[in-house]
């Protein structure tokens, strides 16, 4: 399967610990987006890149995150000082800037859970 | 104004019943459109892209209204397996730039 994948599937942490999570886009795709999702809400915006470059960051984004695409290929997230707030499906997607209408490949997300 | 604004729903209707959702967006210079389709605890899945004069996939139909800022996305002839949460998404910027901006999805429950 050559789709987007995600690593870990599940993080349980306590508050105030640190976490990183993995995303591993399809191969082609130079587009790389993170989202974070609660039940019953949609994907909320998080950032996102084209290669290697961070072209957005939603304002909404606390300075204990932080996300990287060093190579342009793979990318992580990280959480610093987690909050009980953080919990959340955290997914990344992928696209192709090929055309305009690109749509996203999503990965199956990583569950955190902050006790 | 809240970016990406749909009904929530709950949607509950028989199968066989047309249904049709709404979605606004309040950025008139997007351009990208789309709806996608997320199963209970699955990833969003790309249902189609809604082009300016209004496309149609089978038994789904979209369009969109770039006057009055606003997307629908029609379906005809519900089966069980539409039920599902309905995902407006816009990308937020003219042309290929800007990120693509979820709304809270419609619930829809199609029943026997």
């Known amino acids: 399967d050559t789709g987007v994948s995600q690593n870990p599937r599940h993080k349980i942490t306590k508050r105030g610990q640190n976490v990183t999570f993995r995303c591993d886009p399809i191969?082609?795709?130079?587009?790389l987006y993170w989202y974070r999702q609660t039940l019953g809400q949609g994907p909320e915006f998080l950032t996102y890149?084209?290669?290697?470059?961070?072209?957005?960051k939603s304002r909404l984004l606390s300075d204990r995150f932080s996300a990287e695409r060093p190579k342009g290929s793979f990318s992580t997230l990280e959480i610093q000082r987690t909050e009980q707030g953080d919990s959340a499906m955290y997914l990344c997607?992928?696209?192709?800037?090929?055309?305009?209408?690109?749509?996203?490949?999503f990965g199956n997300g990583t569950r955190l859970t902050v006790t | 104004r809240k970016e990406v604004e749909q009904d929530p729903g709950p949607f509950n209707v028989p199968e066989g019943a047309t249904v049709a959702f709404n979605c606004t967006y309040s950025n008139s210079a997007s351009q990208s459109f789309f709806w996608y389709r997320q199963d209970c605890r699955k990833e969003p899945k790309l249902l189609m892209s809604?082009?300016?004069?209004?496309n149609e996939d089978g038994r789904f139909t979209a369009q969109l209204n770039r006057a009055s800022q606003y997307i629908s996305l029609l379906i005809r002839d519900s089966k069980l397996s539409d039920s599902a949460t309905y995902l407006c998404?816009?990308?937020w910027g003219g042309g290929s730039q800007g990120n693509l901006i979820f709304g809270k999805g419609t619930k829809l429950s199609v029943k026997p």
């Open positions: 809604v082009y300016s004069s209004g």
């Open positions: 997607a992928s696209s192709l800037l090929s055309r305009v209408d690109s749509p996203l490949h």
């Open positions: 890149f084209q290669n290697e470059a961070q072209l957005e």
């Open positions: 998404v816009v990308r």
């Open positions: 191969s082609e795709h130079n587009r």
